[in-house]
Nanobody, 126 residues
Framework: LQLVESGGDSVQPGGSLKLSCGAS????????IAWFRQAPGKEREGVAC????????YYVPSVKGRFTISKVNGRNTVDLQMNSLKREDTAVYYC????????????????????WGQGTQVTVSQ
């Protein structure tokens, strides 16, 4: 199962980016799809998750109100719209997917994602 991320770029603080996660080999219907990020010297952090079956979403508090995760209707794509970007958002962003569709269980550490993308770099600087 191959996930492909796109949309990473360099942007100034306060700017916006949209990351996309796509897959050609399976359908995102009733999946949990999440975005993680890892900054240099830091542990990987879950940023946002969506259960595509019921549309429930989860955000880490540091991005709530600034980031929006959504499934693109009619396409096997999940987007992460990132607004009001801060320097501390700088990281490699990874997409993850799993057919077990309950985001809460991943957040609580009761489940792990089986498929991961290669990552896309987001840099926020002047």
């Amino acid at each position: 199962l191959q996930l492909v991320e796109s949309g990473g770029d360099s942007v100034q603080p306060g700017g916006s980016l949209k990351l996309s996660c796509g897959a050609s080999e399976f359908s995102f219907e009733n999946y949990a799809i999440a975005w993680f990020r890892q900054a240099p010297g830091k542990e990987r952090e879950g940023v946002a998750c969506i259960s595509t079956g019921d549309g429930k979403t989860y955000y880490v508090p540091s991005v709530k109100g600034r980031f929006t995760i959504s499934k693109v209707n009619g396409r096997n794509t999940v987007d992460l719209q990132m607004n009001s970007l801060k320097r501390e958002d700088t990281a490699v962003y990874y997409c993850a997917a799993d057919p077990y569709p309950v985001c809460a269980d991943y957040i609580l550490g009761r489940a792990e994602f089986e498929s991961w993308g290669q990552g896309t770099q987001v840099t926020v600087s002047q």
